[in-house]
């Protein structure tokens, strides 16, 4: 009390400079605010581990085998024995045709072959005959008639031999107005019905009968682009994964075109894969993972630790809760991880995810830790 008399007694001039200075040590405290904790960051810690990376293709079934079924000779259907969707086995009958001229055309040739034996059994005699009398008395024959019988005898063996071949291409004919399947498979299309008139299929233009598919073994090809073909060969291993039925299986790749598209630079591998439930349909689409590169033992940080794309750096947060920026060399690259090549040590935590706001020097407590990097 006797302080602020004293004050208040005091000179004008001394009371502002008092109120001044008063003012002054308020505004600044109020702009210096104690200071506030260090921000806490997501780290994860630099881990020795295995990496993989892969590429994901998309890929679509076919039958392993696909034809246009067409009929040898012309005629008409007199019996259709398959519809669309009936699955038939190797050797299975599929439509018949009638060919009324081509039993004709058997008959005569069958009766020309026999005529022809005929004339050779009677040439073969003669000759036979005579050249036993040749044998027995020799001279009483005259040479000439003798070369006359055996070249008789030569062109009408030959005679027969052309009888019997055409005689046996008619019968082949006849053969193949019973059509029948070449391999077991499925009826996909059905183009001829019963009366159709079918025209040989040896001119272009021509209607077949059915198309049929091989589906207990589907191919599965996919396009591999052009940087990744020396990645394939035959027997690599890879992952498959139909969506449209929920299934996941490992294949082989068998065997590819080697050949690169120019228009789409890329190469057609192919899978063979079994289908005996008839559970995948030709036109299926399905994703193929593609191995292309693996690294052991290598240590890894989480792909969100990085920083830039030509010279990657990441934010590394030592133990004494210090921030320091960290140069370092990238190797393989996963969809998840990193290969450390160079610049970070096994066990010091990086920094993970945003890092605006953070420079080196700063200080900061480490937030929840991941134990390691995924591959």
């Not at 272009?204 to 060969?233: C, K, N, Q, W, Y």
């Given at each position: 009390?006797?302080?602020?008399?004293?004050?208040?007694?005091?000179?004008?001039?001394l009371?502002?400079?008092?109120?001044?200075?008063?003012?002054?040590?308020?505004?600044?405290?109020?702009?210096?605010?104690?200071?506030?904790?260090?921000?806490?960051?997501?780290?994860a810690?630099?881990?020795?581990?295995?990496?993989?990376?892969?590429?994901?293709?998309?890929?679509?079934?076919h039958?392993?085998?696909?034809?246009?079924?067409?009929?040898?000779?012309?005629?008409y259907?007199?019996?259709?024995?398959?519809?669309?969707?009936?699955r038939?086995?190797?050797?299975?009958?599929?439509?018949?045709?009638?060919?009324?001229?081509l039993?004709?055309q058997?008959?005569?040739?069958?009766?020309?072959?026999?005529?022809?034996?005929?004339?050779?059994?009677?040439?073969?005699?003669?000759?036979?005959?005579?050249?036993?009398?040749?044998?027995?008395q020799?001279?009483?024959?005259?040479?000439?008639?003798?070369?006359?019988?055996q070249?008789?005898?030569?062109?009408s063996?030959?005679?027969v031999?052309?009888?019997?071949?055409?005689?046996?291409?008619?019968?082949?004919?006849?053969?193949?107005?019973r059509?029948?399947?070449?391999f077991?498979?499925?009826v996909?299309?059905?183009?001829a019905?019963?009366?159709?008139?079918?025209?040989?299929?040896?001119?272009s233009?021509?209607?077949?009968?059915?198309?049929l598919?091989?589906?207990?073994?589907?191919?599965?090809?996919?396009p591999?682009?052009e940087?990744?073909?020396?990645?394939?060969?035959?027997?690599?291993t890879?992952?498959?994964?139909?969506?449209?039925?929920h299934?996941?299986?490992s294949?082989?790749?068998?065997?590819?075109?080697?050949?690169?598209?120019?228009?789409?630079r890329?190469?057609?591998?192919?899978?063979d894969?079994?289908?005996?439930?008839?559970?995948?349909?030709?036109?299926?689409y399905?994703?193929?993972?593609?191995?292309?590169?693996?690294?052991?033992?290598?240590?890894?940080?989480?792909?969100?630790?990085?920083?830039?794309?030509?010279?990657?750096?990441?934010?590394v947060?030592?133990?004494?809760?210090?921030?320091s920026?960290?140069?370092?060399?990238?190797?393989l690259?996963?969809?998840?991880?990193?290969?450390?090549?160079?610049?970070?040590?096994?066990?010091?935590?990086?920094?993970?995810?945003?890092?605006?706001?953070?420079?080196?020097?700063?200080?900061?407590?480490?937030?929840?830790?991941?134990?390691?990097?995924?591959?």
């Amino acid at each position: 009390m006797k302080r602020a008399a004293s004050l208040h007694k005091a000179p004008a001039p001394l009371r502002l400079a008092v109120a001044a200075a008063l003012g002054v040590l308020a505004a600044s405290c109020s702009r210096n605010p104690p200071p506030s904790s260090a921000p806490t960051v997501a780290v994860a810690r630099t881990v020795r581990t295995r990496l993989a990376s892969a590429m994901s293709l998309q890929g679509e079934f076919h039958p392993f085998q696909d034809i246009l079924v067409y009929a040898k000779v012309s005629g008409y259907v007199s019996a259709i024995r398959v519809d669309i969707g009936d699955r038939v086995k190797a050797g299975d009958l599929i439509a018949t045709l009638e060919v009324p001229e081509l039993k004709d055309q058997l008959a005569a040739a069958a009766a020309s072959e026999q005529r022809a034996e005929t004339e050779n059994a009677i040439a073969h005699l003669n000759y036979q005959r005579l050249a036993d009398v040749n044998r027995s008395q020799p001279n009483l024959v005259a040479q000439q008639d003798l070369d006359d019988a055996q070249a008789k005898d030569s062109a009408s063996a030959a005679t027969v031999a052309v009888a019997k071949a055409d005689a046996a291409r008619y019968r082949a004919l006849m053969d193949f107005t019973r059509i029948e399947a070449p391999f077991a498979g499925v009826v996909t299309k059905r183009f001829a019905d019963l009366g159709s008139l079918i025209q040989a299929g040896t001119s272009s233009g021509t209607m077949p009968l059915v198309e049929l598919a091989e589906d207990d073994l589907l191919r599965l090809r996919f396009p591999v682009p052009e940087a990744e073909t020396p990645l394939i060969h035959k027997d690599k291993t890879v992952q498959c994964t139909v969506d449209a039925i929920h299934r996941t299986f490992s294949g082989k790749i068998v065997r590819d075109e080697w050949a690169i598209d120019r228009s789409t630079r890329t190469m057609i591998a192919e899978v063979d894969v079994p289908n005996t439930d008839s559970e995948l349909k030709a036109g299926m689409y399905a994703t193929i993972v593609l191995p292309l590169q693996s690294a052991t033992d290598v240590l890894a940080v989480p792909l969100q630790a990085l920083s830039g794309e030509e010279h990657p750096s990441v934010m590394v947060l030592g133990a004494d809760g210090i921030l320091s920026e960290h140069r370092v060399g990238v190797g393989l690259r996963t969809a998840s991880s990193a290969e450390i090549t160079s610049g970070l040590r096994e066990g010091e935590l990086v920094v993970v995810g945003d890092r605006s706001g953070l420079h080196a020097g700063d200080k900061a407590a480490p937030g929840p830790i991941d134990p390691e990097p995924h591959p």
